[in-house]
């Protein structure tokens, strides 16, 4: 995706969406455009040259207060394993910030996705009548 932070970071600092978000961010799947947070905290971005986001394998465990991560989630091919890995980095009492697209408004209910072929999982708050026919939901 492009710039998924930037087009709704405004809005989302109005509404005090960051207000949890400090210290040192690990930012997942941002490519080249991270969360934006004041001094002092600061972001690590993320993206495939830095490796498999779902291992996270040369980050040590608990090495960050907070990881964000906008449109990321629904491409990994085990989401239980990427969230255990993308706590695992995260200091005692840290925050995880993800945005995922809703199946119901972005998926309208398709399955797989018309919208991102890519797309190895979908995610909502309401339970449908009819859930996708995949393991992540």
């Known amino acids: 995706m492009s710039n998924e932070m930037s087009k709704s970071h405004n809005a989302r ?11 040192r961010v ?15 905290h600061t972001v690590r971005g993320w993206d495939m040259q830095d490796g ?3 291992y ?3 980050l040590d465990d608990r090495s960050f207060d907070t990881v964000v991560s906008a ?7 085990d989401v239980p394993v990427a969230l255990s890995n993308w706590g695992r980095v995260l200091k ?4 995880l910030y993800v945005l995922v697209p809703s199946w119901t408004f ?4 398709q399955w797989p996705s018309h919208y991102n072929a890519d797309h190895k999982a979908s995610f909502d708050l309401v ?5 996708p026919p995949h393991p992540f939901y």
Request: aromatic share 8%.
């Open 13 to 23: 600092y109005r509404n005090g969406d960051y207000e949890h978000l400090r210290g």
């Open 26 to 40: 690990l930012d997942i799947g941002c490519g080249p455009d991270p969360i934006k947070l004041p001094p002092p």
């Open 52 to 54: 498999d986001a779902q």
């Open 56 to 58: 996270l394998a040369t």
């Open 71 to 77: 449109h990321c989630l629904e491409h990994m091919t």
């Open 92 to 95: 005692d009492g840290g925050y």
């Open 106 to 109: 972005y998926e309208r209910h």
């Open 127 to 131: 339970d449908p009548l009819q859930r």
